[in-house]
């Protein structure tokens, strides 16, 4: 028997008081019956997170290629975060 929806907004609730985001998130990857539960629940993971390397491996990408191709599109090299614009 599947909880009522009273039931699943005062798990969430009390998951949410009891423990970060990002460990409920992992919690319902875990969890997930199907892939496009299990999919929805990483890429809000990973948007909470601001960690996308995760992503880019789920959907086969390597981060240095997609470094290198977006640089190649712009022109430039891009500036890691705590590099400074001259």
Same mark, same amino acid.
């Given at each position: ?12 609730? *009390? !998951? $949410? ?6 460990? +409920? =998130?992992?919690?319902?990857?875990? %969890?997930?019956?199907?892939? &496009? ?7 809000? *993971? !990973? $948007? ?6 995760? +992503? =880019?491996?789920?959907?086969?990408? %390597?981060?240095?290629?997609? &470094? ?9 090299? $891009? ?6 614009? +001259?």
């Amino acid at each position: 028997m599947q909880p009522t929806l009273a039931q699943r907004m005062a798990a969430l609730d *009390k !998951a $949410l008081t009891s423990t970060d985001l990002a460990s +409920l =998130l992992d919690q319902k990857i875990h %969890e997930a019956d199907n892939d &496009v539960d299990r999919l929805e629940f990483t890429v809000l *993971k !990973a $948007l909470y997170t601001k960690r996308f390397e995760e +992503l =880019l491996k789920l959907f086969g990408y %390597e981060r240095a290629k997609v &470094v290198g191709e977006v640089e190649k599109a712009l022109g430039r090299k $891009l500036l890691k975060p705590e590099e400074k614009q +001259l």
